[in-house]
């Protein structure tokens, strides 16, 4: 019988930045333009600036990694080639925790935005059977086929960019791009906290590379499509946070930013409209996240340091069906069990370690691995990855004594389990379906 452990190739360059651009799009920018303007008032299209430029040179480093390999896993591909199974396993168990607390926290934070419009749904009752009901949804559309996955990301994407489109086309002409310019620079210690929250918008670019196993062309798609995806949701953020500083100045006072600049706009209709926008953005995140954490145990299942049940692949729909499950019976558990806040902030703080390993597993990659003069190259060689990886420390370094302890219970268990593996607590694996 053969091992049916070998996934569909049927993501193309379009839908690989599809991918990123849900990963990067979620609810931050429905947020943070009045975080910004509360830490640099008219300086913040600048913030966001200093921002995007920084994140570029995370995602630069991923690109060139994600140059050299074709196989499912991204960073843990990386980081066990350069550093061994075990760092390997740390960086894709952190990943994967990161994924799956971010299906959760954004899974709540959805039901709240939808309670705007069904204020049922925020009863101590309802709310946790709507969390559930949600991971359920994109379980089931993930069991079912990854270009049922992508579908419904296509669907998202659109329903989500076309009330910021609005946005940015209805106030272009109220910029007032003279108090932009002549703004002045807040002091730094305010300056660096509003680049350190701004982050939190950019972040999750990283799942392009991880389904790299179900990619057409994986090496040349993924580094490009990653680098356009992050380079032109730059360009769409310091818009929107032009755009919404210009037409209305107060949003600094208020939890909903952009549904006040619509509001101001076009009326209560435009309101509603950005609500409902900021709805299809965060389902977009909680779909993307169902449709990378999977992956993750898959390519840890694959290097053999989880049970071989997490590599099973559905004989019919080519998807990793058992992690699939495993994923969404997790996400379920914590979106039920967790507060936004508390799950955001740890999924942030280790994703960062993850960025951090993987940019430093850069250096041996380049070192080993066969090069082509075709792929894709950072100008400057090493000393993009470098800063971007002194980025990355400094990021961490800024996280919560809480923050941390959750990172290092959540380590600890991954390492209970890596080891348990080894001594082969885990015998028992399920024998491979047939096609």
């Not at 009330?163 to 940015?168: C, K, S, W």
């Not at 002045?184 to 300056?191: H, N, T, Y």
């Not at 954490?293 to 058992?322: C, D, M, Y």
Request: some cysteine.
């Amino acid at each position: 019988m053969a091992d049916n452990t070998e996934l569909a190739r049927t993501t193309g360059r379009v839908g690989t930045g599809v991918i990123a651009l849900n990963g990067i799009i979620g609810s931050g920018i429905f947020a943070l333009p009045a975080v910004a303007m509360q830490q640099a008032g008219y300086f913040s299209p600048w913030v966001f600036l200093i921002a995007a430029l920084l994140i570029t040179t995370i995602a630069l480093s991923f690109a060139r990694a994600a140059s050299f390999f074709k196989e499912t896993g991204g960073p843990i591909v990386y980081t066990t080639h350069s550093f061994g199974r075990f760092v390997g396993f740390q960086t894709g168990w952190l990943l994967y925790i990161s994924r799956v607390a971010g299906l959760a926290a954004s899974s709540n934070l959805l039901v709240s935005y939808a309670s705007w419009f069904l204020p049922a749904l925020d009863t101590p009752l309802i709310r946790p059977m709507a969390v559930a009901m949600l991971i359920s949804f994109y379980t089931w559309i993930n069991y079912i086929g990854v270009r049922n996955s992508l579908t419904l990301l296509y669907v998202l994407t659109v329903l989500k960019l076309a009330p910021l489109i609005l946005l940015v086309l209805f106030g272009l002409p109220s910029t007032e791009l003279d108090a932009i310019i002549g703004a002045s620079v807040p002091e730094m210690r305010a300056l660096g906290e509003a680049i350190l929250i701004l982050m939190y918008a950019f972040i999750g670019f990283e799942v392009a590379v991880i389904n790299a196993g179900e990619s057409k062309n994986p090496k040349a798609d993924i580094p490009i499509a990653l680098v356009t995806t992050v380079a032109l949701v730059s360009v769409f953020y310091i818009v929107i946070q032009i755009v919404s500083i210009s037409v209305d100045p107060a949003i600094a006072e208020t939890k909903t930013p952009l549904a006040q600049v619509a509001e101001r706009l076009l009326g209560p209709i435009g309101a509603s409209i950005l609500a409902l926008g900021a709805v299809f953005s965060i389902a977009g995140s909680s779909a993307t996240s169902m449709l990378v954490g999977p992956r993750l145990t898959f390519a840890l299942s694959k290097q053999e340091t989880i049970p071989k049940w997490f590599a099973a692949v559905h004989p019919k729909f080519g998807t990793p069906g058992n992690s699939i499950l495993f994923c969404g019976g997790l996400g379920i558990l914590l979106g039920v069990s967790g507060g936004f806040v508390w799950l955001a902030t740890v999924s942030t703080l280790v994703r960062f370690i993850t960025y951090a390993l993987t940019i430093a597993s850069l250096p041996r990659i380049e070192k080993t691995m066969d090069k082509d003069p075709r792929q894709f190259a950072i100008p400057g060689g090493l000393i993009v990855p470098v800063f971007a990886f002194l980025l990355s420390i400094w990021l961490v370094g800024h996280a919560s004594l809480k923050a941390w302890a959750a990172a290092i219970l959540l380590s600890l268990i991954g390492s209970a389990f890596y080891f348990a593996r080894r001594q082969r607590f885990f015998t028992r694996t399920a024998q491979p379906k047939q096609r």
